[in-house]
């Protein structure tokens, strides 16, 4: 069996309140990975349609991009694993290829989140966990990941102070990605300024500043099989390891509340299938819906020892210059999070790195990366790793 | 003709604004006018669910029968909303907050008079059942 390949990457600007339809905003990512790929539409074999339900009038989106895209008669259909909708489309285009069924098949993500206000947001994003038995007492995604922070640190003594600084290091790289929606910066002293918007309380421990912005946009990630992808593009980017897990919806059927089991079995299983280690990670994109998540991704993925992702941080180690670059791009606290855009602009951002193409945000010459990509409240995980 | 059948929606009665109105397990609703918190356990296996199940996954039966969540639980973790879902906002500020018994934990909310500088991951608590102003019920948690 040969390789599967990454031979094109896109995605639109991250934005507040895009100004066009879900088709079109699908366009523009489709249309950048398109010119990245240099192929046509008859090149691509099927289409997967990646977003989280219930936020579009349009029901079944996946025929409408096919027309707008220029992809039919191919086949195409409509995924979602909410915010890791798009990670998991790129399994599935894995083993459509791998299965032998196609060659060239695009993964769309997207997601246009201003169609609703964010109070309603919060209300379908927490409708994303168990309505029966958790959402009648009030929750939303913010209140649940504060839950797990405040076992964190009632174990291991992680700090708000620990989680400012991983929203401190997102907006040093949102201010250089033109693609966030978020490109201001964000300094430590906000979180302790009443007068900073930073500071407001959401869901104790966790304030404005820890909880990333929601977005409109869209992704494409063009995958192929490896005879394709060697006679279509001059420089495809390898899938060496795909994990996934799930986990129980209701809290109450947990055992672990200061990580995400998902996190770390999607992560041991790609890492397996890779023949790789954490020590051989050279950059990484991991899934910061809010701080307390990506210092939980940290340890997780084996980067820093359970309790040990506070020094990871506090030393700076997943700034670009550290030992391990984490969400170089911003992340999606100051890139923006479009729930279904997301897994595939994650898997942009380390395809760029792996070619060197990512500009001010580009790492040192990185050999292999890795895209955590989770949805829900650790409901759903995904890692992907690829190399060049 | 007949009569027009008679729904079973007692469910829609949980919590503040509840997204469900049927279900097997209906009885909770009951179950809590009475003041009881109850699971339910396979008659067959005897695995304990809390929330409650009509049916066992283990041994594929749906012979359950109630208990009762009583005792103590110890607090797992918790959150202090600021800013809530649409249709939730009267309540501010409430924390949600687990417990775990041992053989099954809860999901639920801390009592409206204990705040998180009130409380400390690891002390044990109690569920009891709250009736909100609206006749909905839900269950708390006090301090054991």
């Known amino acids: 069996m040969g390789k599967v390949g990454i031979i094109g990457v896109g995605q639109s600007a991250f934005v507040r309140g895009y100004p066009g339809s879900i088709r079109e905003l699908a366009f523009e990512g489709f249309k950048e990975a398109m010119l990245d790929a240099q192929i046509s539409t008859r090149e691509i074999d099927a289409s ?14 996946a025929g409408v991009f096919a027309e707008y895209l220029g992809l039919t008669p191919q086949p195409t259909f409509y995924l979602e694993s909410l915010c890791s909708s798009s990670s998991t489309g790129l399994k599935v285009a894995y083993s459509l290829i791998k299965s032998g069924l196609h060659d060239v098949v695009a993964v769309v993500g997207f997601q246009k989140m201003s169609e609703i206000s964010s109070a309603e947001s919060q209300e379908r994003m927490g409708r994303g966990a168990d309505i029966q038995w958790e959402s009648p007492f009030g929750t939303m995604m913010p209140a649940y990941y504060a839950m797990y922070a ?92 795909i994990g996934a897990a799930s986990a129980t919806v209701n809290l109450a059927g947990r055992d672990l509340f200061t990580g995400l089991t998902v996190g770390q079995e999607a992560g041991e299983q790609a890492y397996k299938m890779a ?94 990366g890795l895209v955590h990509n989770i949805g829900g409240v650790g409901l759903y995980g995904n890692v992907t790793i690829l190399g060049r | 003709m007949g009569k027009k059948r008679e729904i079973d929606d007692r469910f829609k009665r949980f919590g503040t604004v509840s997204f469900t109105s049927t279900t097997k397990v209906n009885d909770f609703i009951s179950h809590l006018d009475e003041g009881k918190v109850a699971g339910t356990k396979c008659k067959d296996c005897g695995a304990v669910f809390f929330p409650p199940r009509a049916d066992c996954y283990k041994c594929l039966t749906s012979d359950m029968e109630w208990f009762d969540v009583s005792g103590t639980g110890k607090l797992v973790s918790y959150s202090k909303l600021e800013y809530a879902p649409v249709g939730f906002e009267g309540d501010l500020p409430y924390c949600i907050a687990l ?23 690891g002390m044990e608590m109690k569920t009891v059942v709250n009736t909100l102003p609206n006749g909905q019920v839900n269950y708390v948690f006090e301090k054991a």
């Open chain 1, 275 to 368: 023949g790789v280690t954490p020590k051989d990670i050279d950059v990484a994109e991991v899934h910061d819906c809010f701080t307390i998540a990506e210092l939980m991704a940290y340890e997780n993925l084996g980067f820093a020892k359970p309790g040990e992702g506070k020094d990871l941080i506090g030393n700076k180690e997943t700034y670009k210059e550290g030992s391990i670059p984490v969400n170089v791009d911003g992340g999606l606290l100051s890139k923006g999070h479009p729930i279904g855009a997301t897994g595939g602009s994650q898997l942009r951002t380390i395809v760029l790195q792996l070619r060197g193409e990512a500009g001010e945000m580009q790492v040192t010459d990185p050999e292999i």
């Open chain 1, 48 to 61: 997967i349609i990646c977003s989280a339900p219930e936020y579009d009038k349009q029901r079944s989106p």
């Open chain 2, 99 to 121: 417990l775990d018994y041992g053989d099954y934990k809860v999901f639920g909310r801390l009592a409206g008079d204990l705040t998180p500088e009130g409380v400390e991951v």
């Open chain 1, 150 to 241: 405040n076992a964190h640190m009632a174990k291991y003594g992680t700090t708000p102070d620990d989680l400012a600084r991983i929203r401190v290091k997102a907006a040093t790289y949102g201010q250089i990605n033109d693609k966030a929606v978020y490109r201001k910066p964000v300094t430590f002293d906000m979180f302790s300024d009443p007068e900073s918007p930073m500071s407001g309380p959401v869901a104790s421990p966790l304030r404005v500043g820890d909880c990333c912005a929601n977005a409109d946009g869209s992704s494409c990630v063009l995958v192929a099989g490896e005879e394709k992808a060697k006679a279509l593009s001059k420089k495809p980017v390898w899938i060496l390891g």
